[in-house]
């Protein structure tokens, strides 16, 4: 398969690239196990050493890669920029807690005693070498936010990134071997979607983590189950976006447009589905409408520009199918709705707010990975929940209320792995990501994500 640098805002391709070959793959892999071997043993306060010096170096190389990720995906060089800022602030953030994060944990006395021993204590200890299968939406960060943590547990990594993005996945080797980490501490592996499963099977991959669509996710939870390995997988999503009555609107319609948009739209935890209570609704539309139809598309490198190209041509080409079929079922167009006509070259759609959805459109059930907006309109909190539920998905949800009771109604019944109210979803280091239901399982950051891939080891003594 080709691994190539396509640039998606012109349709060119820039570079391609060799993919690794088997011997390469077996050298790769080779390294990690015995760097391993050796890493583990290294104290917390080596470790942060090298990730801050990771993350200065960053900071220097901060708008070259920018101009890298915008040139091989996509996304603005605004958002390309503070992804790469973000990206240092995780390492910086490990690198100052991991110790702590993972520091014994001693049972209370009495609990040992009745257990028989004289002492117990539970310890973390690394697995081994963690394949990484990642997306190309943020093609830092989605590896940082793996990297920082196991590499700060004491693993190694092998990284297996989107062939689309190339560049930045030879970059990601490069700054970690630059900043002074053993060789084969974290590896990039130039192959296919095809090549993963060989990879994963092999006794020396400890455990893998996959951030991507739902059948790249079953693909490799099946392979792992199989060799019994460990997996977190961070997959689809379809967030809710719900407003009430009481919603401070005009932040809600601005904070709405930057959630549905952001990385032109292509994130999993960007905002899909618009949930508005009927009190509001007409007056959410209007306003939330016109803020879609005045952003303005282009050139992913003019500073001005709020939502580029779609990462890939097949990627619009789902987009507009859903979006067609919705039509077709009886949806109505508020704004967007196709290509723009000024962008015949690029893989560029139009910002688009559609209404009208009902449960049989594909729309309703399947996650738009593009600046696609559908609203809905409800009578009740509990029809909000009840709509907002009513998805294969669960990663993160978003509700504007400023009624205590609405809050604790939503924190309790929303099938997410987060609740943001008054606010749009967003990762944190110091705090936990991931999903329900087809969204995946485990969590990512914080010490639930650096504890994901440790052994916790009990420690029974007696005397």
């Not at 920018?66 to 995906?73: K, L, Q, S, W």
């Not at 501490?185 to 192959?191: A, D, G, K, S, Y």
């Not at 904070?255 to 209570?277: D, L, P, W």
Request: aromatic share 8%; charged share 25%.
């Amino acid at each position: 398969m080709a691994i190539a640098t396509v640039n998606p805002a012109t349709g060119e391709t820039l570079r391609t690239y060799d993919a690794h070959g088997e011997e390469e793959v077996e050298r790769r892999v080779a390294a990690a196990h015995e760097t391993f071997r050796r890493y583990r043993t290294t104290s917390f306060a080596e470790r942060a050493r090298l990730m801050r010096r990771a993350a200065d170096l960053l900071d220097e190389d901060a708008e070259d890669i920018a101009r890298t990720m915008t040139v091989e995906m996509g996304k603005p060089i605004t958002a390309a920029r503070a992804e790469a800022a973000k990206c240092a602030k995780a390492m910086r953030w490990y690198a100052d807690h991991a110790e702590g994060l993972l520091a014994d944990e001693y049972p209370a006395q009495a609990d040992v005693r009745d257990s028989g021993a004289d002492a117990a204590r539970v310890l973390y200890r690394p697995l081994g070498p963690i394949l990484a299968v990642m997306p190309w939406n943020f093609p830092l960060w989605q590896v940082v936010r793996f990297a920082a943590p196991a590499l700060m547990a004491g693993n190694t990594g092998l990284l297996k990134h989107a062939s689309n993005v190339p560049r930045t996945a030879l970059y990601l080797g490069d700054l970690f071997r630059r900043a002074g980490f053993p060789e084969g501490c974290f590896q990039t592996l130039l192959i296919g979607s095809g090549a993963v499963e060989a990879v994963l099977r092999d006794r020396r991959i400890a455990a893998a983590t996959l951030t991507g669509s739902e059948p790249a996710g079953r693909s490799v939870a099946a392979v792992a189950g199989d060799e019994v390995k460990k997996t977190v997988l961070e997959l689809g999503g379809s967030d809710p976006y719900i407003v009430m009555p009481s919603a401070d609107l005009p932040r809600a319609v601005k904070t709405a447009v930057t959630a549905r948009v952001q990385n032109n739209g292509q994130s999993c935890i960007a905002a899909k589905r618009f949930i508005v209570h009927t009190d509001v609704y007409d007056d959410f539309a209007e306003r939330f409408t016109a803020a879609m139809n005045a952003l303005t598309v282009g050139d992913p490198l003019d500073e001005s520009t709020d939502v580029g190209p779609l990462a890939t041509e097949q990627g619009r080409n789902d987009l507009e199918e859903l979006v067609d079929d919705a039509v077709r079922e009886g949806a109505t167009v508020l704004c967007g709705g196709g290509r723009p006509e000024d962008r015949p070259h690029g893989w560029y759609y139009l910002p688009t707010v559609l209404t009208g959805i009902t449960p049989g459109m594909r729309i309703h059930r399947e996650e738009t990975f593009g600046p696609v907006a559908t609203l809905y309109p409800v009578s009740d909190v509990e029809e909000a929940v009840a709509v907002a539920n009513d998805s294969p998905f669960g990663l993160s949800s978003n509700v504007w209320t400023r009624d205590r009771a609405d809050v604790d109604l939503f924190v309790r019944d929303l099938e997410a792995g987060g609740v943001f109210v008054n606010g749009m979803t967003a990762s944190h280091p110091a705090l936990p990501f991931g999903g329900v239901k087809r969204s995946g399982y485990g969590r990512e950051l914080s010490g639930h994500g650096i504890r994901e891939f440790c052994n916790a080891t009990t420690l029974w003594q007696r005397t």
